[in-house]
């Protein structure tokens, strides 16, 4: 492998090219050896393999972060346990109803933008599969006889069913079902954000309002074409074509490199509690200074291991990590550096004393009499000075 490495500039380039490699292969299987392609779909075609290349180096810089690596590594040496795999299945099961499919973790920040963002986010998902399932030919349609379509799937002829059944009239508009998903969550999206004042004042347009522009403008072109088709007897549908073409282009280039991108890496949010959110692994690592249990010796490790590839230095004089302790204790141990204190004197959960004996009391506080015996001497000195 370093000897195949070396004849990329990069990682990151060898990558792209397999990747780009794989789909230009599986294009010319679903095909027929380019037989029945779609040459219609060929501007969709080329701009698909610049979204693919964009996002393998965008998916690239995100996995060599020192935290998502981290994460990687363990679930994939978590899913080799044996000893791990029911409960494994078991939390990316349910993690991936909740917080995939349902997203019960939008839900909870409001009904309104639940609803928006599930909308978009299958929506988006529903096109996605359709559009990059036509124009990379893993699906067609075979028309066997006047009232009668073939299903073919890479290349494999499958189920058979009537031109203008109820299914196939469900197929035909599958685009225009996933774009009016996507199209009441997008309007639902931008009335929230011109409404709402709170909204205003962290948004950035280049990346919580371009994007939704964006997605408007896909949507509504490919709608205004099956209009255009069915209503108006195919008035412009021509230009129309064209116009969501570059919409589309646009999307796919943008895609990578925006606030969209979390889509596609959504899914990897699996493998976080499927790490460090079991019952079995919870709270089994005691506190350092307190031993109340407070994290799992998993999260421990990887925490320790993230920091130390950034080179941050955590490690304290006794030879333990901040990491080896619960929050209130670093809490703790952080007050007491500043206050440039050694270390907590007596029970450790009393208030920390900061007076060192050189501070006055508080003004709320009579003073004791110890306090005035000085200066009452040096008043008594000072005047049988005088009279001397």
């Excluded at 074409?225 to 108006?232: A, E, G, K």
């Excluded at 080179?311 to 440039?340: H, S």
Aim: positive net charge; hydrophobic residues 45%; contains cysteine.
């Amino acid at each position: 492998m370093s000897s195949l490495e070396r004849s990329f500039y990069s990682k990151t380039s060898m990558y792209a090219f397999f990747v780009v490699l794989i789909l230009s292969i599986s294009v010319w299987f679903s095909t027929g050896q380019f037989k029945h392609m779609d040459m219609a779909l060929l501007g969709y075609l080329l701009s698909s393999m610049i979204f693919a290349i964009g996002l393998t180096i965008r998916m690239c810089a995100w996995l060599l972060r020192p935290a998502t690596h981290k994460v990687i590594h363990r679930s994939f040496k978590n899913l080799r346990t044996r000893e791990r795999k029911n409960r494994n299945l078991k939390s990316v099961f349910i993690t991936a109803m909740e917080n995939i499919f349902l997203q019960k973790f939008i839900f909870k920040r409001g009904l309104y933008r639940g609803i928006q963002h599930w909308l978009i986010s299958w929506g988006c998902i529903g096109s996605f599969a359709i559009t990059f399932g036509l124009t990379f030919g893993w699906m067609r349609f075979d028309l066997i006889d006047p009232e009668t379509y073939q299903i073919v799937v890479f290349n494999v002829p499958t189920m058979i069913m009537p031109a203008h059944g109820l299914l196939a009239e469900i197929i035909y508009n599958g685009l225009n079902i996933t774009a009016s998903l996507v199209l009441i969550g997008v309007c639902m999206a931008i009335y929230r954000r011109i409404k709402d004042n709170d909204v205003k004042v962290t948004q950035r347009f280049e990346f919580d309002i371009l994007p939704l522009y964006i997605l408007l403008a896909v949507t509504v072109t490919g709608l205004f074409l099956t209009v255009s088709y069915v209503l108006l007897e195919g008035f412009m549908h021509h230009y129309l074509t064209l116009i969501h073409q570059v919409t589309v282009v646009i999307l796919l280039i943008y895609f990578p490199f925006g606030k969209l991108f979390h889509l596609p890496i959504r899914p990897l949010t699996t493998a976080v509690p499927m790490n460090y959110q079991e019952k079995v692994q919870i709270d089994t690592r005691p506190c350092h200074s307190c031993g109340a249990m407070y994290s799992n010796d998993d999260q421990i490790s990887d925490v320790k291991g993230i920091l130390e590839i950034q080179a941050f230095d955590l490690q304290l004089e006794d030879g333990t990590f901040l990491a080896d302790y619960c929050p209130a204790c670093r809490r703790r141990i952080r007050v007491m550096k500043q206050l440039n204190l050694g270390g907590p004197q007596g029970n450790p959960f009393q208030p920390i004393e900061t007076r060192n004996g050189i501070q006055m009391s508080g003004f709320g506080k009579k003073r004791s009499e110890d306090f005035y015996e000085g200066s009452n001497e040096s008043e008594q000195t000072t005047v049988h000075g005088g009279d001397q």
